[in-house]
Nanobody, 123 residues
Framework: QVQLVESGGGSVQAGGSLRLSCAAS????????LGWFRQAPGKEREFVAV????????YYAGSVRGRFTISRDNSRNTVYLQMNSLKPDDTAVYYC????????????????WGQGTQVTVSS
C-alpha cells in the first residue's frame, strides 16, 4: 500500500514557474514507477510525465515537453514536477500516481493516486 500526498500548487501568471511535490509513504518507494497526471475542468484526466522505476529516461506528454521536468528522490520518498513557462492551458488539478509497472503512461497503469493539487495559470 502506498499513500501519496501532493503539495506545491497555487496561482501563477503565464510564464511563471511552480514546483509540485508528492510525498509517498511506504518503504518500497524506489520500486514504483511514478507519474504525474492532470485534469482540467470538463476534461478527462491526462498523462503529463513519468519517471520509471527501471532507470528509463523520464517521458513527457508532448504538450509539456521542454517546459516540465519530473524528478524523484528515493531517499526522501518524493517525486517532483518542475513546471516552467506555464500557460493558461496548464490550469488543472495535478495528481501524482504510483505504478508497479515499468512502463506506465495511462490511467489504468497506476494503482495508487494522490488527492490532487490545484494549479491555476492566469494570462
Amino acid at each position: 500500500q502506498v499513500q501519496l500526498v501532493e503539495s506545491g500548487g497555487g496561482s501563477v501568471q503565464a510564464g511563471g514557474s511552480l514546483r509540485l511535490s508528492c510525498a509517498a509513504s511506504g518503504r518500497t518507494f524506489s520500486s514504483y514507477t511514478l507519474g504525474w497526471f492532470r485534469q482540467a475542468p470538463g476534461k478527462e484526466r491526462e498523462f503529463v510525465a513519468v519517471f520509471s522505476r527501471g532507470g528509463l529516461l523520464p517521458y513527457y506528454a508532448g504538450s509539456v515537453r521542454g517546459r516540465f521536468t519530473i524528478s524523484r528522490d528515493n531517499s526522501r520518498n518524493t517525486v517532483y514536477l518542475q513546471m516552467n513557462s506555464l500557460k493558461p492551458d496548464d490550469t488543472a488539478v495535478y495528481y501524482c500516481a504510483a505504478s508497479g509497472a515499468t512502463l506506465a503512461t495511462t490511467l489504468n497503469d497506476y494503482d495508487y493516486w494522490g488527492q490532487g493539487t490545484q494549479v491555476t495559470v492566469s494570462s
